[in-house]
């Protein structure tokens, strides 16, 4: 720990004081990683703080030595296909938010099954969260803060419960414009619930109302079609490990990214496209370092999937009379998004009332 700095050395402090003070399990490798052994001693979470100044990723253009940008994602891809664990990067700049630093306390608890307020969806209801109110919420809640998004919905306690009052705002998931690809998927932008708590089975309510009540939804003034669910979970901090169980499939790692930190002011920023070629010549004059991180998992829900199967079950013998009459014959899993829009258009002109398409 020789080149870690005062700063980094308090912040490991820290971590372990709180670990301690919560009496979760743990023990400590290579000096900056706390393994959780709350599962027979089975490694299945590791807290690993990362001093950013030894972490810079190379740029031999610029005389920079460091770590490759795919350096965190082969650590974070090794220990959950080879391990089965999982890695929480915590970045020093990361700690040294105020913000930041509480979101990654109640990762933490949750991830030691020590979550102080458990919630179920029954609990609650669903209704859409108001602009202001949704970024607060976001940004106290969320590891990355706040996101404009087209909408929002969140999950209020229908009663006073663990000391939150009926009415209160527990969980948040956003949608809005897919920011990356030229696809129309809709986004979940953010997903969040009040640091500390735990609502269970609160993502599959929010989803379920969300597919059961926006078949289309409203991004600026254009009516867009909601046809797939687009999800980046943060590998840094997320292993997505409940993804699958509320219909999204797996479909990449982006195997890295990376944000700039700013050496004399702190500062850390994400990509500044407008600005590349100025950031290029801070780089070149010591005065910034790109920091790489594990990058992000893509997963996508096919809505139109999802609302052929509920047809299929909730109104059987329409579905039945519909496909043989389109000659489908394969199973639903293998059908392709034409034959799925064919069979909802056939609904729609069945003229059923049915909200989800």
């Excluded at 490798?29 to 990723?57: A, K």
């Excluded at 735990?198 to 078949?215: A, D, R, T």
């Excluded at 990214?257 to 290029?280: A, D, I, L, S």
Aim: proline share 2%.
């Amino acid at each position: 720990m020789k080149d870690y700095t005062k700063q980094n050395k308090e912040h490991l402090k820290e971590i372990k004081q709180f670990l301690n003070d919560n009496k979760v399990d743990y023990k400590i490798e290579n000096n900056n990683t706390f393994v959780l052994n709350y599962n027979n001693n089975e490694r299945n979470y590791e807290i690993s703080y990362v001093p950013s100044h030894l972490h810079p990723m190379t740029y031999e253009k610029y005389g920079i030595e460091g770590v490759s940008p795919d350096y965190f994602y082969k650590l974070s891809h090794k220990a959950e296909h080879e391990d089965n664990s999982f890695k929480c990067w915590v970045k020093d700049y990361e700690w040294a938010d105020d913000r930041k630093r509480e979101v990654l306390k109640s990762y933490f608890l949750h991830a030691a099954q020590k979550t102080k307020k458990r919630f179920y969806a029954r609990d609650c209801e669903v209704k859409e969260v108001k602009t202001k109110e949704g970024r607060t919420f976001e940004s106290l809640n969320c590891f990355y803060g706040k996101r404009g998004a087209s909408l929002s919905l969140g999950l209020y306690l229908k009663k006073d419960k663990h000391g939150e009052k009926a009415g209160t705002l527990v969980m948040i998931y956003t949608f809005g414009k897919n920011f990356f690809g030229k696809d129309n998927s809709i986004e979940i932008l953010r997903v969040g619930t009040l640091k500390f708590s735990q609502v269970i089975g609160g993502s599959s309510k929010l989803l379920k109302y969300f597919m059961n009540n926006y078949p289309t939804m409203l991004i600026g003034k254009n009516e867009v079609p909601v046809e797939k669910l687009k999800f980046y979970s943060d590998y840094d901090h997320n292993l997505g490990g409940s993804m699958k169980e509320l219909g999204f499939d797996f479909i990449n790692y982006s195997k890295g990214g990376f944000m700039n930190y700013w050496v004399e002011t702190g500062e850390v920023k994400g990509r500044q496209p407008n600005k590349h070629k100025w950031v290029m010549e801070q780089m070149s004059e010591g005065k910034v370092f790109a920091i790489p991180n594990a990058g992000v998992k893509t997963y996508i829900l096919n809505a139109i999937r999802e609302r052929v199967k509920k047809l299929s079950k909730e109104y059987k013998k329409q579905y039945i009379d519909i496909v043989n009459k389109l000659k489908i014959e394969q199973d639903i899993e293998d059908m392709n998004d034409d034959e799925y829009k064919l069979i909802i258009k056939s609904f729609k002109n069945l003229k059923l009332k049915i909200t989800y398409i």
